[in-house]
């Protein structure tokens, strides 16, 4: 897909209505202001930090939404069946973290569930653990920042609590669906 010229917000709402498709203009515009936020570390305060969450049925869209907001944020990273060592260059390197399927991941990944609970500040190391060499190694690492993800169904309360929500339906809009096979990050 070609890029194009965005000068206003009327201009990226459209461009991101070309991949994905939200309830209203007014979700499209949190998904920026979230996106924006991404950038702000040193200006806002540590506890100002949120997640951004796409919640939906199958075939809404969720993983489409999670790329382009990963691919806008600050150093926007896509974590999928990661190991401890890699999470830890993410974390530590700032990367906003993009996740599929949260609901299915984080509960097999201790690391991730950690991440994921305590990682909602700015600044926040915690420990990650490893298995090396049928041990367990404790390293600790920056887990905090904003990070964006999508679940069907339920997430806990709290990691519910840390985020901004954006409720998606069933799409079958083809000129969507075709945009989407040309999406590149």
């Known amino acids: ?3 194009e010229l965005c000068t206003s917000l009327k201009d990226a709402i459209q461009i991101m209505k070309k991949v994905m498709v939200l309830p209203s203009d007014l979700e499209y515009k949190e998904v920026l202001l979230w996106v924006v936020h ?3 570390r040193g200006y806002l305060p540590d506890d100002v930090c949120l997640y951004l969450a796409f919640d939906g049925p199958k075939s809404s869209g969720k993983t489409v939404a999670t790329r382009c907001a990963t691919f806008l944020a600050h150093n926007g990273k896509m974590v999928a069946g990661t190991t401890t ?3 830890k260059r993410l974390c530590d390197s700032q990367a906003t973290l993009g996740i599929d399927l949260v609901d299915t991941h984080a509960n097999n990944d201790e690391n991730l569930e950690t991440v994921l609970r305590v990682g909602n500040c700015w600044n926040v190391k915690a420990p990650l653990c490893d298995k090396v060499k049928g041990k367990i190694e404790v390293i600790e690492a920056n887990i905090g920042g904003p990070k964006v993800f999508n679940f069907r169904g339920e997430i806990d309360d709290a990691l519910r609590s840390r ?3 954006v409720g998606m339906t069933s ?5 969507v669906i075709v945009n989407t096979l040309f ?3």
């Open 1 to 3: 897909m070609d890029r």
């Open 85 to 87: 060592a890699a999470l």
């Open 163 to 165: 985020c901004l929500v």
């Open 171 to 175: 799409s079958k809009s083809i000129d």
């Open 38 to 40: 991404t950038y702000m």
């Open 183 to 185: 999406y590149q990050e």
